[in-house]
């Protein structure tokens, strides 16, 4: 069983990181440590969604995130189901707005919302009664990939405060680094940025972070490497020339690799494109990589948020109401 | 590359060095290819002579940095007719040019790693002249993708460019200043916006409108040079206008230096010494991109290169055969060959009492080096010795048939000058001698 609640989260939703103070973060993530060891017993049950339903609403495809938040809902015991809204209604002409309204009608209590468009997931939750998690908007945010990266990262350096946090690749069109930069930030975190300057967004050297367009110097003594994913249609020639120069000069190799810090973490929110941002001796190297970590620290994460949001809801009030700055 | 173990001292000379400003008699001693010591003190000692010592009596001649060309077609790979690395390198040798840089306008274009390596290497095997590539700025030239910058810069290529076809696509256009800055790299575009150029043979105005030809407006080339040079700012990028032609771009180019925008640019000997009266009897010989344009032009474009606004003088050597000139005017190629003149037509304003000899030399020596950041194109103790001789009194006749380039095709055909170059030396070897 979960501990008793300790904090309980300012909002209804969880719509990005920005907003989260570092006692947020760090209750999310102390909460997410016991469902780790939840989801390493045989018997991985909790009790928090139980009667509660959660549908996964997905506008745009996923595989690993959908399923790491249909075993998180099924594991605190709720009823999980998909929605992937590409092949439903949406093709059918019907609005963002429409289907929120649908939805409610079924009076689900959390929706987990990925939408191609950056802000759709904010404008949904707007006019739906549960709470909504982002679990990806266009190029804004994706706060679980985020809290999921820093708990991983907490685990093995024991704090985030202090540590170098290189992030490398497409920043220009990452969620996962906009959330993460947020995050790594506010918990006190050193953050550069390493990318050549077509895939970094304008504005950027503004957001308080280092910007590097030479790797190798962008790793000098790095304690945790985090790399992107960058799109193969992103690599002829529109943002860069070819996936080979791409990889000579910003992919993670162990010749990049050996100007962080001997014990540096590699990092990388999947799926891996091999010899394009990430040489497979690299990623496999299972003293520096947590990729697969990451993984399995991702449901614990999502168990964690699920859990905090809904103490929220009505039904799981605490005597006292609900905290000040809550979302409703 | 090109080095000789010989000692040798050229003395009697009038040592002139842009770079420094120096211009004294003296003498000048190689070893290993460099320059060992200058200066009128090296005959008077006798330090320097000696056993094994070879002399070379300049006879009172100007003793000055090779000059550096950062704008040559050598048609070669896939126009081998027309002019090769070979050809290409033996005329710049007769002109004075100990270093070109080659345009990526080739079958098939420059834009990969492969071909970088083909064309230093050609330039290297030939061992007359210096031959750094360009390589292209986008794949194919075709001003759609990016090409591999990075691994081509690594490669040996001088600078990025789509070399005669300008970048028209301002996205595409901003995407590769971006990337190029990624790596400090130097893009290079000529100017000419291809669709309010397109039709065009030649200036658009009174002229052009006598003689019946579709003219070429110079906003064609104003408006391009300011997008350009805003992508420039917007990018922090190096961006080099290859060919102004007019006092429009010389002034937009000055009003960019004057805000401290890492910009530059070039001109040809054409556009400071012939005007659009050129053309007149059709005469596609003087049919050159940019268009000649008018005396006013002329003259704005001869001053820039006066106050350094205008930062390098190009030959734009484009070969062509007699089948691309002898056309009627509009179908005529656009271009002319320029390795065997430049020296003397940037003399004749010397002559002319326009430029002195230093402002003549400026442009073809440390700054064109120093813009591609090569070793050369001064006079400097354990600087190469790419040096040329020159006569500055002595009168000749351009005279196309003489020629050692594969191209005929000059405007300057039987135009009597005064200069000439009497040696070229690289690295200390003489590759040239009249």
């Given amino acids: 069983m979960p501990a008793e609640p300790i904090f309980r989260l300012p909002t209804r939703h969880l719509l990005g990181i920005e907003g989260l103070a570092p006692p947020h973060v760090d209750a999310i993530l102390d909460l997410s440590e016991t469902y780790v060891e939840t989801s390493r017993r045989a018997e991985k049950k909790a009790s928090g969604l139980r009667g509660r339903t959660v549908i996964n609403l997905f506008f745009e495809n996923s595989t690993r995130t959908r399923t790491s938040f249909e075993l998180a809902g099924k594991r605190l015991g709720g009823d999980v189901i998909n929605m992937s809204v590409e092949a439903s209604s949406v093709k059918k002409g019907e609005t963002l707005i429409d289907t929120a309204l649908t939805l409610t009608a079924m009076n689900p209590d959390v929706l987990i919302v990925r939408h191609p468009d950056s802000g759709a997931v904010k404008l949904l939750s707007e006019k739906v009664r549960a709470s909504v998690i982002n679990a990806g908007d266009g190029q804004h945010e994706h706060p679980t990939q985020a809290l999921l990266d820093a708990l991983t990262i907490r685990r093995r350096k024991g704090r985030l405060s202090g540590l170098v946090v290189a992030i490398c690749g497409d920043i220009l069109h990452s969620r996962v680094a906009r959330s993460n930069i947020l995050l790594l930030q506010v918990m006190g975190a050193v953050v550069r940025v390493v990318a050549p300057t077509t895939l970094l967004p304008a504005g950027i050297e503004r957001w308080g972070v280092e910007v590097f367009h030479d790797m190798r110097r962008g790793l000098d003594g790095a304690d945790i490497v985090m790399m992107l994913r960058l799109q193969r249609e992103r690599m002829d020639g529109g943002y860069v020339p070819s996936p080979r120069e791409f990889f000579h000069f910003y992919g993670l190799d162990r010749d990049k690799l050996a100007r962080a810090k001997p014990d540096a973490l590699i990092m990388h929110p999947g799926p891996m494109n091999r010899g394009v941002e990430i040489d497979s001796i690299v990623a496999d190297d299972l003293d520096r990589s947590v990729i697969q970590e990451q993984v399995e620290m991702g449901v614990a994460v999502r168990m964690a948020v699920l859990d905090l949001l809904t103490r929220n809801l009505q039904g799981n009030e605490p005597p006292g109401g609900v905290p000040a700055g809550s979302g409703r | ?434």
């Fill in chain 2, 1 to 434: 590359m090109i080095g000789s173990p010989l000692r040798l001292l050229l003395r009697n000379a009038r040592l002139v060095d842009p770079a420094t400003g120096l211009d004294q008699p003296g003498s000048l001693l190689v070893e290993d290819g460099r320059i060992a010591a200058l200066g009128p003190a090296i005959d008077a000692t006798g330090g320097a002579a000696g056993e094994g010592v070879r002399t070379i009596d300049c006879a009172g001649h100007v003793l000055a940095p090779g000059l550096v060309d950062i704008r040559v077609q050598a048609r070669e790979p896939g126009d081998e007719h027309l002019e090769t690395v070979a050809s290409a390198s033996a005329a710049a040798a007769a002109g004075g040019i100990t270093t070109f840089c080659c345009l990526p306008n080739t079958e098939p274009p420059i834009d990969d790693v492969a071909l970088v390596d083909f064309v230093s290497r050609r330039g290297s095997t030939i061992g007359l002249v210096r031959v750094h590539p360009y390589a292209a700025l986008t794949k194919g030239l075709k001003g759609e993708a990016l090409a591999e910058i990075g691994l081509m810069a690594e490669a040996g290529a001088v600078a990025f460019t789509d070399g005669v076809r300008p970048v028209a696509d301002p996205r595409m256009m901003r995407r590769a200043l971006a990337y190029a800055r990624n790596f400090d790299a130097l893009v290079v575009q000529r100017p000419e916006d291809p669709s309010l150029a397109r039709g065009g043979a030649m200036n658009e105005g009174e002229l052009a409108a006598r003689l019946g030809l579709p003219g070429i407006p110079v906003e064609a080339e104003v408006i391009m040079l300011e997008r350009d040079i805003r992508l420039a700012a917007l990018t922090g990028a190096r961006y080099h206008a290859s060919l102004v032609s007019c006092a429009k771009s010389v002034e937009v180019v000055r009003r960019a230096k004057d805000a401290g925008l890492a910009v530059t640019c070039d001109t040809t000997p054409a556009y400071f010494g012939l005007n659009e009266v050129a053309v007149s009897n059709y005469r596609t010989y003087a049919k050159l991109s940019p268009p000649l344009r008018t005396e006013a032009d002329r003259l704005a474009v001869l001053a820039a290169v006066k106050d350094g606004t205008i930062d390098c003088v190009v030959s734009d050597h484009a070969p062509f055969d007699h089948d691309s000139k002898r056309l009627p005017f509009a179908q005529a190629s656009f271009g002319g060959v320029g390795l065997e003149t430049l020296l003397a037509l940037l003399l004749e304003q010397v002559h002319n009492g326009a430029l002195t000899l230093m402002q003549a030399l400026a442009p073809v020596t440390e700054r064109p080096a120093r813009l591609m950041r090569l070793p050369v194109g001064r006079l400097a103790q354990g600087a190469p010795a790419d040096l040329v001789e020159i006569d500055l009194g002595r009168a000749w006749k351009i005279d196309n048939k003489r020629f050692v380039s594969k191209g005929r095709n000059t405007p300057f055909d039987n135009k009597p000058v005064q200069g000439k170059v009497v040696r070229a030396l690289v690295g200390g070897r003489v590759v040239f001698q009249g």
